[in-house]
T-cell receptor
């Protein structure tokens, strides 16, 4: 079946603007994660959704970042008043409730000018 | 989550076996060891996971000594397409939140 998809693949915005990134997880995956990856670095955890439980937002770097998930499907990550340090690749992953493997999407490359 | 240490980079040639070692001195009893592979401009891809001794799949083998303070990912007969960044992760699999903590990984360069 289809893997995790993300849109847009690339986003260029001006400092101070808001952006919205979308993730479509694999059907049936109850867990969904957002990560950020700066150039040449590892992944930073941002937020985690599991079913109908309250999301784990402990990785969000500031209150400019927020995310929502509709049931067990689409998720959107919103960054308000973007800053240049927000420039990075934003990766989404989904997984079954059980099992070790997270399936990653191709990411959205965000560039803040 | 246990901190991991792995080499920044490694070089190899096609057809050779590559072993990437990861140190995780503070691994907890309920922690598993997981390895991911990431190609440029792609998200990471799960390779293998283990708890102790040896695990083997069609892609790689994972060796874990008895004290579990380190682990070694073994890639048999690498090819150019194995050029990627390899991440070692340690964390529990039995908690609600299983977000992965990625370090900087090991950049493997395979040459002809």
């Amino acid at each position: 079946g289809a893997g995790v998809s993300q849109s847009p693949s690339n986003k260029v915005t001006e400092k101070g603007k808001d952006v919205e990134l979308r993730c479509d997880p694999i059907s049936g995956h109850t867990a969904l994660y957002w990560y950020r990856q700066r150039l040449g670095q590892g992944l930073e955890f941002l937020i985690y959704f599991q079913g109908n439980s309250a999301p784990d937002k402990s990785g969000l770097p500031s209150d400019r970042f927020s995310a929502e998930r509709t049931g067990e499907s689409v998720s959107t990550l919103t960054i308000q008043r973007t800053q240049q340090e927000d420039s990075a690749v934003y990766l989404c992953a989904s997984s079954l409730a059980q099992g070790p493997e997270q399936f990653f999407g191709p990411g959205t490359r965000l560039t803040v000018l | 989550l246990a901190k991991t240490t792995q080499p920044i980079s490694m070089d190899s040639y096609e057809g050779q076996e590559v072993n990437i070692t990861c140190s995780h001195n503070n691994i907890a009893t309920n922690d598993y060891i997981t390895w991911y592979q990431q190609f440029p401009s792609q998200g990471p891809r799960f390779i293998i996971q283990g708890y102790k001794t040896k695990v083997t799949n069609e892609v790689a083998s994972l060796f874990i000594p008895a004290d579990r303070k380190s682990s070694t990912l073994s890639l048999p007969r690498v090819s150019l397409s194995d050029t990627a960044v390899y991440y070692c992760l340690v964390g529990p699999m039995d908690t609600g939140r299983r977000a992965l903590t990625f370090g900087s990984g090991t950049r493997l360069q395979v040459q002809p």
